[in-house]
């Protein structure tokens, strides 16, 4: 076999659980943990968390992709994912979703207890997510809150405890993650409601989607606000939430119920300059502070 095929393959597996998708939340699980050494954590705790993200990460959207395939079979916007279009096969994307979800129990156990213990509540978390739509519209928070797992992980992984900084980064990610799902949503409107899905767009209409959008990113700039003041934060982290609040409103400026053309840009670019510039500002904040 050439040398080529695993490269090729390993594009096709990347490719297929959007892995370059992990800059949203990979920040804050490093947000996570500066805040909670006050600092550089050292090595150690930086590589086995980045691996235990990457690993969590991959199992849940491989485990997304193997329980919405035939759904994504009949969506014209999704027709052509890897099962769909068969450049992966089922027993491909579960080898995959193990796989990931094993990386994350070994570097949950490499870290310290609480987060060997809690690593299988994020593998369930991350996969129970893809089925809520199925009943609820409240699903946008709910796949927030999986992923506010990863900076309460980035805290647990330095100090091995749950903390009131820690609440409150879950809370930052599953209003931002919650608003832009809402957002994204907006494009499988007639599809959602053909198929019986539940989302805020299918449930209230386009209207009343964004301006829930735009709440769900104002709660998020009010949080960061009361984890600048609990965790006494110096003054580039106040800049950074003024960045990111400039940041929300051109996203949701950018978004009409008549004109949805932009939301490329609103969900890809603006969200991953929201995550980097989060983890900037608060380095400095904690430097300076």
Known sequence: M???????RARVYLDAIRFEHT????????????????GWPGW??????TLAMAGARTGAM??????????????????SRA??????????????????????????WQLNSLALALAPVA????????????????SHWILGLADGIAPVGGWIAVTGEFSTEAALLALVVTFWIGGFDVLYATQDVEF????????????????????????????????????GFVAALGWPYWVGVAVIAALLVYENRLL????????SLAFFNINGYVAVAALVFTILGVWLG
């Open 256 to 263: 009409k119920p008549h004109d949805l053309s932009r939301l």
């Open 192 to 227: 959602d409601r053909a198929e019986g899905l539940h989302s805020i767009p299918a449930r209230f209409g386009l209207a009343s989607a964004l301006w829930v959008a735009r709440a769900s990113h104002a709660l998020t700039i009010g949080v960061l606000l009361a984890l």
């Open 2 to 8: 050439s040398p080529a095929v695993p490269v090729r």
């Open 23 to 38: 800059v949203f939340a990979l920040p804050f699980a490093y947000l996570g943990m500066v805040l909670a050494a006050r």
């Open 44 to 49: 150690p705790v930086f590589i086995w968390t």
């Open 123 to 138: 593998m369930v978390a991350v996969t129970f997510y893809s089925y809520t739509k199925r009943f609820t519209w409240s």
């Open 62 to 79: 491989a485990a997304n992709r193997l329980i919405d395939a035939e759904m994504d079979a009949r969506n014209p916007r999704t027709a």
């Open 83 to 108: 099962i769909p279009m068969r450049i992966m096969s089922r027993v491909e994307m579960l080898g995959l979703a193990l796989a990931g979800f094993a990386l994350l129990h070994v570097a949950a």
